[in-house]
């Protein structure tokens, strides 16, 4: 059973930055897909970003692109999400994912494992 603990998640005025970090208790971490999913009060859970674990190709949602950078250490087992130029839109429940294989869905359903969620707020 892989366990995922997320950190970084804090309180940051709009146009700032944070870092997401997200480690995996299992060394078979880099045999996974990894994502970033997100949750605002009163909304569905939707993608954020994606990177797949052969190649390391990157996936974001429109509304991050450009803003939001994935990554991983695989040595150190941990993803991470570099999040710039931030908006109050953001403000969410920030959870990391992981997916056994090479693809990297939207769909949150197609996920093996979650963390428990870090909260990011934007103020205005």
């Known amino acids: 059973q892989v366990q995922l603990v997320e950190s970084g998640g804090e309180l940051v005025q709009a146009g700032g930055s944070l870092r997401l970090s997200c480690t995996a208790s299992?060394?078979?971490?880099?045999?996974?897909?990894r994502a970033w999913f997100r949750q605002a009060p009163g909304k569905e859970r939707e993608f954020v970003a994606g990177?797949?674990?052969?190649?390391?190709?990157?996936y974001y949602a429109d509304s991050v692109k450009g803003r939001f950078t994935i990554s991983r250490d695989n040595a150190k087992n941990t993803q991470y999400l570099q999040m710039n130029s931030l908006r109050p839109e953001d403000t969410a429940l920030y959870y990391c994912?992981?997916?056994?294989?090479?693809?990297?869905?939207?769909?949150?359903?197609?996920?093996?494992?979650w963390g428990q969620g870090t909260q990011v707020t934007v103020s205005s």
């Open positions: 994912a992981l997916r056994m294989g090479n693809a990297v869905p939207t769909q949150q359903s197609l996920y093996n494992y």
């Open positions: 299992q060394p078979t971490f880099s045999m996974y897909s």
């Open positions: 990177i797949r674990w052969i190649g390391g190709s990157t």
